[in-house]
């Protein structure tokens, strides 16, 4: 099994920025890559941005591209959402997922059915 825990979000005035993070533990070396969801109210969950495990591929939301960065530590198996230029339609419960699965696509990284593993989420509030 693998644990995840995200950190870092809160309330943030349109323009800012946050960054998130999710510690994994446990069969780290089971993992294949990790992303990050997210979930706003009365709506559907919806991939935001995705990283192999070696950090070489990233795949992203075009709603999020040239604003948003994943990153990954290795070393911390920990992994990071750098959030810039938010707006108030970025106001969602972020939460980060972790997959055992082989993908080598947008589509199977972008799909929340191929990960197995999830965090419990984190408040991210923007205000206009």
């Known amino acids: 099994q693998v644990q995840l825990v995200e950190s870092g979000g809160g309330l943030v005035q349109a323009g800012g920025s946050l960054r998130l993070s999710c510690a994994a533990s446990?069969?780290?070396?089971?993992?294949?890559?990790m992303g990050w969801f997210r979930q706003a109210p009365g709506k559907e969950r919806e991939f935001v941005e995705a990283i192999s495990w070696s950090g070489s591929s990233t795949y992203y939301a075009d709603s999020v591209k040239g604003r948003f960065t994943i990153s990954r530590d290795n070393a911390k198996n920990t992994v990071y959402l750098q959030m810039n230029s938010l707006k108030p339609e970025d106001t969602a419960v972020y939460y980060c997922?972790?997959?055992?699965?082989?993908?080598?696509?947008?589509?199977?990284?972008?799909?929340?059915?191929?990960?197995?593993?999830w965090g419990q989420g984190t408040q991210v509030t923007v205000s206009a």
């Open positions: 446990g069969r780290t070396f089971t993992i294949y890559h």
């Open positions: 997922a972790a997959s055992s699965n082989y993908c080598s696509s947008y589509g199977c990284y972008a799909t929340a059915g191929r990960y197995n593993y």
